[in-house]
């Protein structure tokens, strides 16, 4: 568990891959216990630990999360999350050669009982835009990033899908993923304002180095 920032009004943390959010049907150790018992440990804290849930990254996803260690912050960290004031940059290996740059508009719609998202014309409006960092003829794959306008629940993965640039190692979106072929999408960049201070913040990690990230020999 890498800690990236911490005062008394927020947390920013590495989210290690396949570490769910928050407690889910599997109840394998989730990263909000993880750090609540951090929190509790570290200050000698009695009873029950504050620490709110500001955004999510699905299961598989790693990255760059910011959680707020009082309620007054949690309110206004949501605010901005609900106004789109949040800077969410993630990197992500997607099978064939994509164009220069692009943007991707669609309607999303989730699924709960399947926990599956769909392009659907009743869905909501899904917007993301994209840049080429480079492309591996080799294996036929481009390394992309990110920047997500809209926040929908796994709309980068349903997004390039959609357009058969099927994410690496999705089990859930990509049928040509080989089984316990780890998903290619990490959060590598988060920006916003210090709820108190008002500041903006940015925080910023490498790339993971392990395969296929390391085909991309990339700073």
């Given at each position: 568990m890498k800690i990236l920032y911490e005062d008394n009004h927020l947390l920013v943390v590495v989210k290690e891959p396949n570490i769910p959010v928050c407690e889910d049907d599997s109840h394998d150790l989730d990263l909000l216990t993880m750090l609540k018992k951090y929190l509790k440990e570290k200050y000698h804290k009695p009873g029950n630990v504050y620490l709110g849930l500001i955004h999510r990254l699905d299961r598989p996803v790693g990255g760059i999360m910011v959680f707020a260690k009082t309620s007054k912050s949690a309110s206004r960290l949501s605010?901005?999350?609900?106004?789109?004031?949040?800077?969410?940059?993630?990197h992500a290996?997607?099978?064939?050669?994509?164009?220069?740059?692009?943007?991707?508009?669609?309607?999303?719609?989730?699924?709960?009982k399947t926990n599956?998202?769909?392009v659907d014309k009743n869905g909501k409006l899904s917007v993301l835009?994209?840049?080429?960092?480079?492309?591996?003829?080799?294996?036929?794959?481009?390394?992309?990033?990110?920047?997500?306008?809209?926040?929908r629940s796994h709309q980068i993965?349903?997004?390039?899908?959609?357009?058969?640039?099927?994410?690496?190692?999705?089990?859930?979106?990509?049928?040509?993923a080989k089984p316990k072929e780890q998903i290619a999408l990490c959060a590598t960049s988060l920006s916003f304002n210090h709820p108190i201070t008002k500041e903006k913040i940015n925080f910023?990690?490498?790339?993971?180095?392990?395969?296929?990230?390391?085909?991309?020999?990339?700073?």
């Open positions: 605010e901005q999350v609900r106004n789109n004031e949040f800077q969410k940059e993630y290996i997607v099978m064939g050669k994509v164009e220069e740059k692009g943007v991707y508009e669609d309607k999303l719609l989730k699924n709960k599956t998202t769909l835009n994209y840049q080429l960092v480079k492309y591996n003829k080799e294996n036929n794959l481009s390394l992309v990033r990110i920047n997500l306008k809209t926040g993965r349903v997004q390039f899908a959609h357009r058969q640039h099927y994410l690496y190692g999705d089990q859930r979106y990509n049928p040509y910023k990690i490498p790339l993971p180095n392990s395969y296929p990230w390391n085909i991309f020999k990339v700073e």
